[in-house]
T-cell receptor, first 112, second 115 residues
Framework: GENVEQHPSTLSVQEGDSAVIKCTYS??????FPWYKQELGKGPQLIID?????GEKKDQRIAVTLNKTAKHFSLHITETQPEDSAVYFC???????????FGAGTTVTVRA | DSGVTQTPKHLITATGQRVTLRCSPR?????VYWYQQSLDQGLQFLIQ???????AKGNILERFSAQQFPDLHSELNLSSLELGDSALYFC??????????????FGSGTRLTVV
């Protein structure tokens, strides 16, 4: 099955700075890479995703980059705000599998 | 509101008991996934159903079982509960099969506490 490793486990940034979370995956056939944000007391929410035929995708202050050769993808949050404080999970599914394998999560804290 | 409804939100029960967690998927979604999230742990896949049929199994204990009904809602049954079963249980749904293109939509979870 797919093995997804996520780093760092915790990240503290000053408001306005950038945050970067990196994930590596093991199955070279994986072709879909979503990122989820989980706020306290809530379920994870999809914030951005990328397909394997694209190297980068942006949505306002959030971007995801994918390096298929190295089998890693990253989440970039620019101009961080207090509401960005949450746990972020990356995920990847093996080809023709039905489940997403999630990374262990990164707790992001944005300091005012 | 994500469109995925989980009930109950909180559940406190004693060791050895049996509980049922319920999930209604988002309208139009045929796949339902169950995940367990223990304290300071990530999301562990338990089981997936697609249109009433079991599709995939993860690290689900034999004491746990699930099913998906004709109206597509799903139930996760946990029996002979142990203290270590205390966790958040999430249900998620998706349209896609086999690959979850478009990602999952998660419910708000059921917090199970076994005392």
């Amino acid at each position: 099955g797919e093995n997804v490793e996520q780093h760092p486990s915790t990240l503290s940034v000053q408001e306005g700075d950038s945050a970067v979370i990196k994930c590596t995956y093991s199955d070279s056939a994986s072709n879909y890479f979503p990122w989820y944000k989980q706020e306290l007391g809530k379920g994870p929410q999809l914030i951005i995703d990328i397909r394997s035929n694209v190297g980068e995708k942006k949505d306002q202050r959030i971007a995801v980059t994918l390096n298929k050769t190295a089998k890693h993808f990253s989440l970039h949050i620019t101009e961080t705000q207090p509401e960005d404080s949450a746990v972020y999970f990356c995920a990847a599914p093996p080809l023709n599998d039905y489940k997403l394998s999630f990374g262990a999560g990164t707790t992001v804290t944005v300091r005012a | 509101d994500s469109g995925v409804t989980q009930t109950p939100k909180h559940l406190i029960t004693a060791t050895g008991q049996r509980v049922t967690l319920r999930c209604s998927p988002r309208s139009g979604d045929l796949s339902v996934y169950w995940y367990q999230q223990s304290l300071d742990q990530g999301l562990q896949f338990l089981i997936q159903y697609y249109n009433g049929e079991e599709r995939a199994k993860g690290n689900i204990l034999e004491r746990f079982s699930a099913q998906q009904f004709p109206d597509l809602h799903s139930e996760l049954n946990l029996s002979s509960l142990e203290l270590g079963d205390s966790a958040l249980y999430f249900c998620a749904s998706s349209v896609g099969d086999p690959n979850p293109v478009g990602g999952y939509t998660f419910g708000s979870g059921t917090r199970l506490t076994v005392v």
